[in-house]
């Protein structure tokens, strides 16, 4: 019989996360203050991040050890399954042999508490009451609730208002996991104050919500922001996925040519293909990787490579991406 899924026994969940910036050529450029627009130090982000986190930012080791209590929450889902698409295959009557990463079996129904429950605990270690964050079709905001029902925080969660009115399950589930769902932009922040006044029908957008949940969380000193994507501490939590994924390749007696993932903020596309970009940075293999990205926000193909705040109301730190500009 011709095997369909992969699955690792719990024991295999990784025991450490693959940290990219241990293999790249050279340093990534340093965020700058939004201020001063000068190279951040750690006393720059502890406003707003655990001190765990930033130096997870800024570490170059290559493995970091995932603690136990963050294990023990990922065996509720984890090891993921790897599939052979072989009805698809065979749809497409091609000899390649095509596999997905599942990882929708999660109880958030993504890849995004793979970091929402490392961010809850290191912010709970460090005695944080309250998280803050944003959420735009809500897989996030789902996440980071759950993580924090786990490990005892409250949260708040300012949701882009348009997905807010369009998906009120969505917000159900965020607020069924006990969190505090906003419509962005909203009157509790300046930064939605702001909007608001120049557009009082604004439906918002994901920068807005950054912006006031990076607000609340830096006036509130019981609070620490979460971000759901884009960070190297965030890419590099979800690289368990490419690190059970290659096991389960050992498990199928093969090895992938190329590497296809979805790009938005990256955290879906560093997790699967990070560490197989670390085997071809070390020499050890020659994957082809590919990034897939949606043509109404090219920012990878149609931006530009420069330093660029990441929320609309310019609170974050800069940071050099490809970006398409702070308030598209």
């Known amino acids: 019989m011709s095997t369909v899924k992969y699955y690792l026994p719990e024991d295999r969940i990784p025991k450490a996360w693959y940290n990219i910036q241990a293999d790249l050529p050279k340093p990534l450029a340093p965020p700058l203050h939004p201020g001063t627009h000068q190279p951040i130090g750690p006393d720059d982000l502890a406003p707003i991040f ?5 130096m997870q930012e800024v570490s170059t080791e290559r493995e970091i050890e995932i603690p136990t209590p963050v294990r023990d929450v990922y065996r509720q889902w984890r090891p993921s399954p790897l599939f052979r698409a072989r009805r698809l295959e065979k749809a497409l009557d091609t000899p390649a042999r095509i596999y997905y990463k599942y990882e929708g079996v999660s109880p958030a129904g993504s890849h995004k508490p793979n970091t929402s429950v490392p961010q809850a605990y ?15 079709a809500g897989q996030w905001g789902s996440a980071l609730s759950m993580a924090c029902a786990f490990f005892g925080l ?11 009115q369009q998906k009120p399950y969505r917000r159900g589930l965020i607020e069924a996991y006990g969190a505090e769902v906003i419509a962005s932009p909203s009157t509790e922040t300046q930064a939605g104050r702001a909007i608001l006044a120049e557009n009082p029908n ?23 922001y979460s971000l759901g994507s884009v960070l190297n501490h965030v890419l590099m939590h979800q690289t368990v996925i490419g690190l059970e994924t290659m096991e389960q390749f050992t498990m199928a007696d093969d090895y992938p040519d190329v590497i296809v993932g979805c790009t938005g903020g990256g955290s879906n596309f560093a997790g699967l293909a990070f560490p197989f970009i670390g085997c071809n940075l070390r020499g050890e293999a020659n994957v082809r990787i590919v990034a897939v ?5 090219p920012s990878l193909t149609k931006g530009r490579f420069t330093y660029d705040f990441g929320d609309t109301g310019h609170l974050t730190p ?7 500009g702070s308030t598209f």
């Open 50 to 54: 655990p001190m765990a986190l930033i």
């Open 122 to 136: 290191y912010n709970k270690q460090e005695g944080v009451k309250r998280l803050t964050t944003e959420t735009g």
């Open 154 to 164: 409250e949260c708040k969660v300012f949701m882009v208002k348009v997905s807010y």
């Open 202 to 224: 604004s439906t918002g957008s994901l920068g807005i919500a950054i912006s006031e949940a990076v607000e609340a969380a830096a006036q509130d000193p019981e609070a620490k």
């Open 293 to 297: 990205e949606p043509s109404a926000c």
């Open 318 to 324: 800069l940071v050099k991406m490809h970006t398409l």
